[in-house]
């Protein structure tokens, strides 16, 4: 190992990891059920966008000469010979003197050099057919014509392989003509909270129990990341549970299995007792997060033991799991987005650690954002309750000894 005595770098530990990350299988989907997916081939416009030239205006279709002298003292009038709704699959012909009304996105005519809006004839919609007045000269030919393939042509990337398809993505894929879109599959993931205490949200505790929050933490961060759940459970400390759930996850097809405790140094840690040889625990320099473990079965499963306490089981979860769910699809950003802010208050950091403190980011000044722990306990590994609260990760190095007010801090966003 690397790193602040025995402690092993972030990076190291996160290389290790990528380097076993294998990546899915990919699926053809129609556009419809590919929210979400990440591309996994390059996505070309079929089309042109737009299809063809048409009107960017509510108003005439006309011919630049016939109307370029227009003006409130010598308007200019001319004939409607015929009426374009959108959709409409006609080209009338535009003589000398003549006009089309036409509406915004139908087809501008052949013939037509330019839109007059309503605003610019003297009785707009309301005297629209038959003969109209334009007092309103266009400026020049072509305008409010949006041209044929003034976007994209046919052929033209839409999108590189790698690209997280949401709802712009994919609406700009049905624009240019595509049905269907060639995307990774889902990595499928089991997510396993172990300990005896451990207790379902809202039964009666006793005491040494606790409720049980990780699974639903760790089952939501899993499918933000892209990934199916194929099994959400809770084992116990001692007994065969733990390598009943990893025989039932390898059964499901699961890519990934995620823990959450077991990994430290107590007497009960069914992780590091049960998986100690297909999985490596280390010492991270990191905080919260330390203890990690990691692995790859025989078959391919990645197995990450991240720490129980649920602040530390997030973090880790974003350093290391997001980024190979995200390499398993391909994913061209394996990283959140980060920003750099002012620190609001000051806040102690760990001894030779680097910080993941959960944040609330102040957006009162659009000018300036400032950054502050979510809780008053900082980075405790503990304090679930202040995940609520929680936006971002101020991320501090370690080699910092504290934040004082004022100081710029990496923050990493979580949406």
Same mark, same amino acid.
């Given at each position: 190992?690397?790193?602040?005595?025995?402690?092993?770098?972030?990076?190291?530990?996160?290389?290790?990891?990528?380097?076993?990350?294998?990546?899915?299988?990919?699926?053809?989907?129609?556009?419809?059920?590919?929210?979400?997916?990440?591309?996994?081939?390059?996505?070309?416009?079929?089309?042109?966008?737009?299809?063809?030239?048409?009107?960017?205006?509510?108003?005439?279709?006309?011919?630049?000469?016939?109307?370029?002298?227009?003006?409130?003292?010598?308007?200019?009038?001319?004939?409607?010979?015929?009426?374009?709704?959108?959709?409409?699959?006609?080209?009338?012909?535009?003589?000398?003197?003549?006009?089309?009304?036409?509406?915004?996105?139908?087809?501008?005519?052949?013939?037509?050099?330019?839109?007059?809006?309503?605003?610019?004839?003297?009785?707009?919609?309301?005297?629209?057919?038959?003969?109209?007045?334009?007092?309103?000269?266009?400026?020049?030919?072509?305008?409010?014509?949006?041209?044929?393939?003034?976007?994209?042509?046919?052929?033209?990337?839409?999108?590189?392989?790698?690209?997280?398809?949401?709802?712009?993505?994919?609406?700009?894929?049905?624009?240019?003509?595509?049905?269907?879109?060639?995307?990774?599959?889902?990595?499928?993931?089991?997510?396993?909270?172990?300990?005896?205490?451990?207790?379902?949200?809202?039964?009666?505790?006793?005491?040494?129990?606790?409720?049980?929050?990780?699974?639903?933490?760790?089952?939501?961060?899993?499918?933000?990341?892209?990934?199916?759940?194929?099994?959400?459970?809770?084992?116990?400390?001692?007994?065969?549970?733990?390598?009943?759930?990893?025989?039932?996850?390898?059964?499901?097809?699961?890519?990934?299995?995620?823990?959450?405790?077991?990994?430290?140094?107590?007497?009960?840690?069914?992780?590091?007792?049960?998986?100690?040889?297909?999985?490596?625990?280390?010492?991270?320099?990191?905080?919260?997060?330390?203890?990690?473990?990691?692995?790859?079965?025989?078959?391919?499963?990645?197995?990450?033991?991240?720490?129980?306490?649920?602040?530390?089981?997030?973090?880790?979860?974003?350093?290391?799991? %997001?980024?190979? #769910?995200? !390499?398993?699809?391909? @994913?061209?950003?394996?990283? $959140?987005?980060? *920003? /750099?802010?002012?620190? =609001?208050?000051?806040?102690?950091?760990?001894?030779?650690? %680097?910080?993941? #403190?959960? !944040?609330?980011?102040? @957006?009162?000044?659009?000018? $300036?954002?400032? *950054? /502050?722990?979510?809780? =008053?306990?900082?980075?405790?590994?503990?304090?679930?309750?202040?995940?609520?609260?929680?936006?971002?990760?101020?991320?501090?190095?370690?080699?910092?000894?504290? *934040?004082?007010?004022?100081? =710029?801090?990496?923050?990493?966003?979580?949406?």
């Amino acid at each position: 190992m690397t790193g602040t005595g025995s402690l092993r770098e972030v990076e190291e530990q996160l290389a290790l990891v990528l380097a076993r990350v294998r990546r899915v299988e990919t699926e053809r989907l129609p556009v419809s059920e590919a929210q979400g997916r990440t591309l996994a081939e390059p996505l070309r416009a079929a089309i042109d966008i737009p299809v063809f030239d048409n009107s960017g205006m509510d108003g005439f279709a006309v011919r630049f000469a016939d109307a370029r002298d227009a003006s409130p003292g010598h308007p200019v009038s001319l004939r409607v010979v015929a009426d374009l709704p959108a959709g409409s699959p006609l080209d009338p012909p535009i003589g000398p003197g003549e006009a089309v009304r036409i509406m915004t996105g139908s087809a501008v005519p052949t013939a037509a050099e330019a839109i007059v809006p309503f605003e610019d004839t003297a009785g707009g919609l309301a005297d629209s057919l038959g003969t109209i007045s334009v007092v309103g000269a266009p400026p020049a030919a072509g305008t409010h014509i949006r041209r044929r393939a003034d976007d994209l042509a046919a052929g033209d990337l839409v999108l590189e392989a790698g690209a997280q398809l949401g709802p712009l993505q994919l609406s700009s894929a049905a624009a240019g003509g595509v049905a269907e879109v060639v995307v990774a599959r889902r990595p499928r993931a089991a997510v396993v909270s172990t300990g005896a205490e451990l207790v379902p949200p809202g039964l009666p505790l006793t005491r040494g129990q606790i409720p049980e929050s990780n699974t639903e933490l760790l089952t939501g961060l899993a499918r933000g990341a892209g990934a199916e759940v194929v099994l959400r459970t809770t084992v116990d400390d001692e007994g065969d549970g733990l390598t009943t759930a990893v025989a039932e996850a390898s059964a499901l097809g699961a890519d990934v299995v995620v823990f959450s405790g077991g990994v430290s140094a107590g007497a009960y840690e069914v992780v590091k007792n049960t998986l100690a040889g297909t999985m490596e625990f280390a010492k991270v320099a990191m905080q919260p997060g330390k203890p990690q473990g990691f692995g790859v079965t025989a078959d391919g499963m990645l197995l990450f033991g991240l720490p129980g306490n649920p602040v530390s089981a997030a973090v880790s979860f974003e350093v290391f799991v %997001r980024p190979a #769910l995200l !390499a398993m699809q391909g @994913r061209a950003q394996l990283h $959140r987005h980060m *920003v /750099r802010l002012p620190a =609001a208050v000051p806040w102690r950091t760990p001894a030779g650690r %680097r910080q993941y #403190l959960p !944040a609330a980011i102040d @957006r009162s000044d659009p000018a $300036r954002w400032t *950054v /502050r722990p979510a809780t =008053a306990g900082g980075s405790g590994s503990h304090l679930a309750g202040g995940l609520a609260r929680a936006e971002a990760f101020a991320i501090v190095p370690a080699e910092v000894d504290a *934040v004082a007010a004022g100081d =710029a801090v990496d923050v990493m966003l979580l949406s």
